[in-house]
Nanobody, 115 residues
Framework: QVQLVESGGGLVQPGGSLRLSCVAS????????WAWFRQAPGEQRELVAT???????EHASSVKGRFTISRDNSKNTVYLQMTDLKLEDTAVYYC?????????WGQGTQVTVSA
């Protein structure tokens, strides 16, 4: 059974930082495509960042320069380092991986940016 478990969300002030983690079990993700999505209340889920097996990364324009996606294949883990957080970054963040032809989602972790 494949599971993705996210952690690292929480409450942070504007300008602060958080690092999200997503650990996969039950499948080898070393050749997978990882992504982070987020969904704010009343909004559609949006793609935040993507990381390809060759370590090429793409980030949404709204987070470019502030967020960084990375991976540790030895730990089957992907990270999202978030800096200079803004009120509009408040959302539930989900990790996603496409591995061995299948897509998997984590359960989500809440990130709240508030003064």
């Amino acid at each position: 059974q494949v599971q993705l478990v996210e952690s690292g969300g929480g409450l942070v002030q504007p300008g602060g930082s958080l690092r999200l983690s997503c650990v996969a079990s039950g499948t080898d993700t070393s050749r997978g495509v990882w992504a982070w999505f987020r969904q704010a209340p009343g909004e559609q889920r949006e793609l935040v960042a993507t990381l390809y097996p060759n370590d090429r990364a793409e980030h949404a324009s709204s987070v470019k320069g502030r967020f960084t996606i990375s991976r540790d294949n030895s730990k089957n883990t992907v990270y999202l380092q978030m800096t200079d957080l803004k009120l509009e970054d408040t959302a539930v963040y989900y990790c996603n991986v496409i591995a061995s032809g299948n897509g998997y989602w984590g359960q989500g972790t809440q990130v709240t940016v508030s003064a």
